[in-house]
């Protein structure tokens, strides 16, 4: 139910249970998280779904079991947030629930104009994945942050766009297409150059000037002779 791809670089890691909306049970997450942690030499990870959902979150018989507040939506979330490489969201389809962590985790979300987003932790009383609101503020700030999970609104794919939570609404004929174009840039230069970039953007702008200015060496300057 999760179908991997290895080429040229690119990993393209496919959500392969749309009879069940893609929903997802803990040997689907738990071989998602492995995918995450061993693609450290892959230049790009893009995680795409089939059907017209990307995930509909966890699977209800098994999130009633317990699976709701497993630590493993938190174990693929940070595997996807610590890689080196690129990472894209390419959504198919509407995101729901604890599906939403790795795609926050993701670089770069692209998305479907049909797509819908909600988590609705406060109606079936659960808290979300911990991570997850910190990392949905970052994108959307606070406010918008808890009209989705407090408020419970499901939002629009042009509403995702204008919040930030997604970057780019693409055609689905083309999503795959452009979600590869993403990478090109990157399977063309060197992995330190994106892992610098992911450095750089992670740090607060007066530290990420440091750094970039420890990076030449200063030189006394003689005064000219009279």
Known sequence: MIDLDKSG?????????????NSLT??????LALIAESAGAAQALIITGVGK??????DLDQAR?????????????GAIATLPCLTIAALNGTLAGGA??????????????TAKFFYP?????????PSDPKRMAALIGPARTKLILMGGQKITAAEALN?????????SEELMVHANELCLDVLNASPQIALGIKAMCRQPLRQSFRHCIDGFKLVKVKPCSE
């Open 121 to 129: 932790v406060m109606k079936l009383g659960f808290l979300p994945q």
């Open 53 to 58: 959902v990307f995930s509909a979150g966890a």
């Open 9 to 21: 670089g690119i990993w393209t890691v496919t959500i392969n249970r749309p009879e069940k909306a």
């Open 163 to 171: 919040f930030g939570l997604v970057e780019r609404l693409v055609a």
């Open 26 to 31: 803990l040997e689907m997450l738990t071989e």
């Open 65 to 77: 079991a317990g699976l709701a507040v497993s630590d493993i939506w938190e174990r693929l979330s």
């Open 100 to 113: 939403m962590g790795m795609v926050l985790a993701c670089d770069i979300r692209i998305a479907v104009p």
